[in-house]
């Protein structure tokens, strides 16, 4: 059968219309694939230079640590090694007032609530010729207090106390007089002196003080 040029015709213009179809479609496929694609490097991208600027601080930030960590182990060498702490005592010897500048700052404001030291040190202040350590009280509130050992902002905690002693008018005065010097800080609320001058009783209500740690907040960081 002949060809009719008509037919012919129609044939050749849907194989055109397909193959242009067909273009359209590629061509599309392919810039919505580029514009995908690109989006996605830049997104990239970015996030890549927000990661190397962050690695960059943090590591101008340890720099400076370290820097700084040094010039505090050389200040803190130099305070602990003279001679004599800060209180004029040896800084090699063992009576009360002995101990490098460390060990003082330490007894000074210590970093937990530990009621029994702070007796022995009470011991030690109120003791001397002619006295009697009649009662030194307060709350041992060491485990409600260990909650509180670290702290990111650290504030002194109050610790109360009451001491009675007897002596001789000399005893008491220095009794007063060593709780006035005492490297750990007191706040005297009451104090009460009674009896005649061959015998006196001393009645203290104060409070000392302790300090928790300071902690470290180191968190995490993830770039996004």
Request: proline share 4%; net charge neutral; aromatic share 6%.
């Amino acid at each position: 059968m002949p060809n009719n040029p008509l037919t012919t015709k129609r044939m050749l213009i849907d194989q055109a219309n397909s193959r242009i179809v067909i273009s359209v479609g590629l061509a599309a496929f392919i810039l919505v694939f580029s514009l995908v694609a690109t989006k996605t490097l830049v997104s990239q991208a970015a996030y890549q230079n927000r990661v190397i600027g962050a690695k960059r601080t943090a590591v101008k930030q340890l720099k400076a640590d370290i820097e700084a960590t040094t010039d505090l182990k050389r200040s803190y060498d130099a305070f602990t090694s003279t001679a004599q702490n800060v209180i004029g005592g040896n800084s090699d010897g063992t009576e009360a007032k002995d101990g490098d500048n460390a060990k003082i700052i330490l007894d000074a404001l210590p970093s937990a609530y530990n009621f029994p030291t702070l007796t022995t040190s009470l011991e030690a202040l109120a003791s001397g010729d002619n006295i009697d350590i009649n009662t030194i009280t307060g709350t041992d509130d060491g485990v409600a207090q260990s909650a509180n050992n670290t702290s990111i902002t650290p504030t002194p905690v109050e610790i109360p106390f009451t001491i009675a002693v007897d002596g001789d008018y000399g005893g008491i005065q220095n009794v007063v007089s060593r709780f006035e010097h005492s490297i750990r800080p007191m706040h005297v609320q009451l104090m009460d002196i009674s009896g005649a001058d061959g015998k006196l009783t001393l009645s203290l209500t104060a409070n000392t003080f302790y300090q928790p740690a300071k902690s470290l907040n180191i968190q995490t960081r993830i770039q996004k």
